[in-house]
């Protein structure tokens, strides 16, 4: 990563699927003034982009091809969440669909793919007072990042959450198609041969099964005081 043109170090937040990295990640980053990103949209971005042009997820050419064509931009929202914008369109509201949680660890394993979001999430990360959440921030995007944190919690309990969420927008979703969509992308995420799904060696690893919201923000809030 170059420079820092800011004096405060990005941060690291890593995690499987619905771990609460990126709802607890964004209210941590408010709290101690820092920028958002959720990498993990970027993947979402270019899944949902793969699906609306009708290429085949397994196709890695038809998908690689579809990505490097595709002009993209991720901004910070007034509530600290993020936007998604390809070819001028808004499409944030369609990234936690279904059939995008379904193909988004194919086309997230693709090492191309990861090429182009990596370079962007470290021009990003260079600028410094970010926090940045993913599956490899610690690992691969800023391995150098003085704080790398990673959230865990069993694979039932985050398709509750997430079933919560569908329920709580109006989406009625089977809880066991969620939770087999969930242990198909742990499989996936932490199996692939390009950065796979794990703790960074020096990582801070969180279990957040047992913790409120609000008690995951606090476990932050405290961990990143040793380098604020």
Known sequence: MSE???G???I??????????SSAGREFAAQI???FLDTGLMYRAATWNALRIGANVNDTSAVIAATEQ???TVSETKNSGNQMVIDG???TQHLHSVAVDDSVSAVSAIGRVREIMVAEQRRLAGEGEIVMVGRDIGTVVIPDAPLKIYLTATARTRAIRRHRDFLAEGAEVDFEDILRSLERRDKIDS???ESPLRPAGDARVIDT???????????????????L
């Open 4 to 6: 820092l043109e800011s």
């Open 33 to 35: 003034g820092y920028r």
């Open 70 to 72: 595709m002009e993209f």
């Open 12 to 21: 690291a937040i890593d995690g499987s699927a619905v771990s609460g990295k």
């Open 209 to 227: 099964e047992d913790l409120s919201f609000e008690q995951v923000v606090e476990r932050l809030v405290e961990l990143a005081k040793d380098v």
């Open 89 to 91: 369109e808004d499409i």
């Open 191 to 193: 199996s692939r041969k």
């Open 8 to 10: 405060r170090p990005p």
